[in-house]
């Protein structure tokens, strides 16, 4: 096993590191594996994987002889990701955290996953989430609940918590999961992470069991900027089977890698959203923290206080996941082969699903005609009228983007029914596109050994992932503030 360590590198390094001959993809995954037996079955019991893909270590193998007799098919070959465990997957089954999905086996991949795989990146394996993709505390009825591994009294954030949690420790270089309201973002931040939503329809949606044709999206979760940019370079496309994905010709970037560069601050006018601050000492500490980083960049900030962005204000009017939900569901139960249920209502008879969800789901099966709901149309209505107004106070404001918390209190104890907060819905309802990175940390506790991480949400106009990408490396590099979890006693160190 090569002692190379890669846990604080980039995939670019790791590349490097390659044609280097000092680690291979076979040592790459073979360490990840090690880390996936230590922090999920020893240890700490994270918690965070559901399936572990057996052909891992033989497609490694296969990739390194092809990258020693063709050469590399992008900065990915050899790669090892994980997905969220509502991504399709030809060769592990799809669950959504359900045990009502342990049997559900699609034929063949998302459309993201094609992707990668072309790239030359390992499908190492699919991660734990919030039961479909519901509620922030990642706990389902298949495997339970992951825990946060900065603080093991807490929840990971969510949906998407069992892929960070995962990365965090290095059982896999990186991740992809899905955000309908924070599901990327969420955990990112609560697991010292970088979390990138993009624009709605910049990454198709096939192939991912949905909960909102309007609001959702994939995202990579990744411990750096560059490594979330590589990734959207790779996922990216065109996809007859998602018409969202139409919008974007001619609107997206050859490289967002490219614009993984500092300088990205200087002269940029920074909107701080003190509308969705909150109160809690610690994340305050952060935003100042984070505004002085941002003006010894270069960075002009004035704050901004619309109470129609209320994060609170826009979930509970804008927000329609709960109306979407049952047609996007069956959808995708009906057009997936060997998938076990076909409909909301099977799904809620087979008594399987997680204690948190099972209200949603009933009230979900009862629905005749969601989509015609005066209630939801007013949302959609309310939506568009927020994406102008937001639009509106940007351009009087000359704002290049809005800066905030990701979350206005810490992650939630593991014993919480939600997880309150959460500021993500923002870009969702709007569609803009949103990026996460570390801030700071909590004050240090006998649980949380250094703290728990408080995520920076950067958000801007639709399609401005590369100027978005370009800012927050440049605050990724100046704030310094991702760090590996240290366990208590310091007594489970990752391998590489």
């Known amino acids: 096993m090569s002692d190379y360590v890669w846990t604080d590198k980039s995939i670019p390094e790791i590349a490097r590191a390659m044609d280097d001959g000092i680690i291979s993809s076979a040592e790459l995954v073979r360490s990840c594996l090690s880390n996936i037996r230590h922090f ?17 270590e033989e497609i490694s193998e296969s990739l390194d002889e092809e990258f020693r007799t063709k050469g590399r098919r992008s900065l990915l070959h050899g790669i090892p990701i994980i997905l969220k465990d509502n991504i399709d997957t030809k060769d592990m089954p799809t669950t959504a955290g359900s045990a009502s999905l342990k049997e559900n086996r699609p034929s063949q991949d998302a459309f993201i996953v094609k992707k990668l795989r072309e790239a030359g990146a390992i499908i190492l394996g699919k991660a734990n989430l919030s039961e479909f993709a519901r509620q922030g505390l990642t706990v389902g009825s298949l495997i339970g609940q992951t825990k946060n591994p900065y603080d093991l009294t807490r929840t990971p954030g ?17 991740g992809i999961g899905s955000d309908s309201a924070n599901s990327v973002r969420s955990p990112a931040s609560a697991c010292g992470l970088t979390g990138l939503r993009p624009t709605t329809g910049l990454l198709s949606r096939s192939g991912i069991i949905p909960c909102s044709f309007t609001q959702d999206s994939a995202g990579p979760i990744t411990r750096n900027v560059t ?87 826009v979930f509970t009017e804008c927000d329609v996941q709960f109306y979407e939900l049952k047609p996007t569901l069956e959808e995708y139960f009906t057009a997936t082969s060997n ?17 948190t969800v099972e209200n949603e789901f009933m009230r979900c099966a009862a629905l005749t005609d969601p989509l015609k709901d005066y209630d939801y149309l007013l949302r959609l209505s309310r939506a568009a009228e927020l994406r102008l107004l937001t639009l509106k106070i940007m351009a009087e404001n000359r704002l290049d983007c809005f800066v905030y918390p990701h979350q206005q209190i810490l992650p939630e104890p593991i014993v919480s029914r ?19 990175v570390p801030g700071g940390f909590s004050q240090k506790s006998t649980d949380a050994p250094i ?12 399609y401005s992932e590369g100027m978005l990408i370009h800012m927050a490396y440049s605050f990724e590099k100046a704030a310094g503030a991702g760090r590996m979890p240290v366990f208590r006693n310091n007594e489970y160190q990752p391998e590489g």
């Open 40 to 56: 999920d079955h020893e240890g700490p019991c994270l918690n965070s994987m559901i399936c572990v893909n057996k052909q891992a």
């Open 158 to 174: 969510g949906s998407s918590g069992g892929t960070a949690a995962a990365v965090a420790v290095g059982m896999a270089v990186a």
């Open 227 to 313: 490594d979330a940019a590589l990734l959207l370079d790779i996922c990216q496309g065109f996809d007859r089977q998602d018409k969202k994905t139409s919008e974007q010709i001619g609107r997206t970037e050859s490289s967002y890698v490219a614009f993984a560069q500092e300088n990205g601050l200087s002269g940029k006018k920074i909107g701080l959203l003190k509308t969705v601050y909150g109160k809690d000492k610690d994340v305050l500490r952060v935003m100042r923290e984070t505004e002085n980083v941002l003006q010894s960049m270069g960075a002009e900030c004035i704050e901004i206080d619309v109470s129609q962005l209320d994060s609170n204000k």
């Open 339 to 355: 998938c076990p249920v076909k409909t909301v209502s099977d799904l809620v008879q087979t008594g399987k699903i997680h204690e």
């Open 418 to 436: 939600q997880q309150r907060g959460r500021n993500g819905i923002i870009a969702s309802v709007l569609g803009f596109p949103a990026i996460t």
């Open 451 to 462: 703290g728990v991480p408080v995520g920076i949400e950067f958000m801007a106009r639709p």
